[in-house]
């Protein structure tokens, strides 16, 4: 192999999955070619190419990009690279991710809801969806100008990983540098060297957000249906009877059903009938069958028991505009500005209902916070001026 130059640099593709590892080798990588390379997180740059290999690198004998690969765009297919493909067991890789998922931020789906155990279904449901296709593209057939790096395996022995990339990226180990980089880095995690007491592996159940049920549905989906992760078996579950699998199948309209069954919706209602989104699908079904009042009434039903379900709020602003009704006074609250506060579009919805009973406050704080969020819509901006002028 050719030792690369700045002429004709060696390119590094990271695709991990989120809380596999990423910074720790990021860190070690970089550090160990030091000003010889280009770290690219595409997302941190505004002007950023959004090209692979990158265009903007300048003159580095090393470019190293890093990409969670969330649309699944990201090439597989660039022949000189080497793709450094990292994955993590997934009850550990939810937890980790679910705390540095649980901030409460406008623009978002309220953290009041994401903390319910509802919410918590939904999210984890989109993760195994994920983890499948993540599988599917990186891990069921494996690319040869590729390192594939378990968690369990770069913490045991990062040495070890590291080697196998510096030379992978065309260069010679110095074992001295090698083994100062480590050591910065975090140390040793097979149990040696003067950090190596600095970490200490994951203990599921220590986590505030465990939930055996719903993590053991999300293993057992990942295990049986992503076999080459190879992942071992940590909880006990069975994702074909529990929320979680009711939600994947609502979100993935590909997944196919079971086996006998045929009718997808019916099929999730019966595996999670009280889950918030059943209930939202069944009241828009009673106004599509021209049934607006009882599905206005079980959408109210479906607010008072989970107050910060964005969507319900939603369909029941359209439904009361489609039917030239007023919005129920019952869910014009405090709890609606929160459930509301993800989407300008909706805090406008919401703005209005709150005018047309007269709660000028509240409507000056919904449009004001649809402002936060869109400060440059004019709709937004002339709602809240008339607003504080009434």
């Known amino acids: 192999m050719t030792k690369p130059t700045p002429d004709d640099p060696k390119i590094l593709i990271g695709a991990s999955i989120p809380r596999s590892g990423h910074h720790f080798l990021a860190d070690m990588v970089t550090s160990y070619f030091g000003k010889d390379i280009w770290y690219c997180e595409y997302y941190t740059f505004a002007n950023c190419c959004r090209a692979v290999p990158c265009t903007r690198r300048g003159r580095y004998s090393f470019i190293y990009q890093k990409s969670h690969d969330r649309d699944f765009q990201l090439p597989a297919t660039v022949a000189?690279?080497?793709?450094?493909?990292?994955?993590?067991?997934?009850?550990?890789?939810?937890?980790?991710?679910?705390?540095?998922?649980?901030?409460?931020?406008?623009?978002?789906?309220?953290?009041?809801?994401?903390?319910?155990?509802?919410?918590?279904?939904?999210?984890?449901?989109?993760?195994?969806?994920?983890?499948?296709?993540?599988?599917?593209?990186w891990m069921a057939k494996r690319i040869p100008n590729a390192i594939y790096l378990d968690y369990a395996s770069l913490t045991a022995d990062p040495h070890a990983m590291m080697r196998a990339i510096v030379r992978g990226a065309g260069a010679e180990v110095d074992e001295a540098h090698l083994d100062d980089i480590v050591e910065r880095s975090g140390g040793s995690r097979a149990g040696t060297g003067k950090n190596a007491q600095s970490f200490k592996p994951r203990v599921a159940s220590d986590s505030p957000f465990y939930d055996a049920e719903l993590l053991g549905a999300l293993e057992d989906y990942v295990l049986k249906r992503c076999p080459a992760y190879e992942f071992p078996r940590e909880l006990g579950g069975n994702y074909e009877t529990s929320a979680l699998y009711a939600m994947?199948?609502?979100?993935?309209?590909?997944?196919?059903?079971?086996?006998?069954?045929?009718?997808?919706?019916?099929?999730?209602?019966?595996?999670?009938?009280?889950?918030?989104?059943?209930?939202?699908?069944?009241?828009?079904?009673?106004?599509?069958?021209?049934?607006?009042?009882?599905?206005?009434?079980?959408?109210?039903?479906?607010?008072?028991?989970?107050?910060?379900?964005?969507?319900?709020?939603?369909?029941?602003f359209d439904t009361c505009a489609e039917q030239s009704t007023a919005v129920p006074e019952a869910v014009l609250n405090g709890n609606a500005l929160i459930a509301c506060s993800e989407s300008a579009g909706l805090l406008l919805k919401l703005g209005q209902a709150f005018q047309d009973k007269g709660y000028t406050v509240n409507a000056v704080a919904a449009y004001a916070l649809a402002s936060t969020l869109e400060p440059a819509n004019d709709e937004v901006r002339e709602r809240l001026a008339a607003s504080v002028k009434r």
């Open 80 to 137: 000189d690279a080497l793709y450094l493909i990292q994955y993590r067991h997934p009850v550990p890789e939810a937890l980790s991710d679910r705390e540095l998922d649980i901030k409460d931020s406008l623009g978002r789906p309220s953290l009041s809801f994401r903390k319910t155990r509802a919410g918590f279904t939904t999210w984890l449901a989109a993760k195994a969806i994920y983890y499948r296709k993540f599988h599917d593209k």
């Open 248 to 316: 994947l199948l609502l979100k993935d309209q590909k997944e196919p059903l079971p086996k006998g069954e045929t009718k997808r919706f019916q099929f999730a209602a019966r595996l999670a009938p009280d889950h918030p989104e059943i209930q939202r699908r069944l009241a828009q079904r009673l106004i599509r069958e021209d049934k607006a009042v009882k599905g206005i009434e079980k959408l109210e039903i479906l607010i008072d028991r989970h107050p910060f379900f964005a969507p319900a709020y939603e369909l029941l």
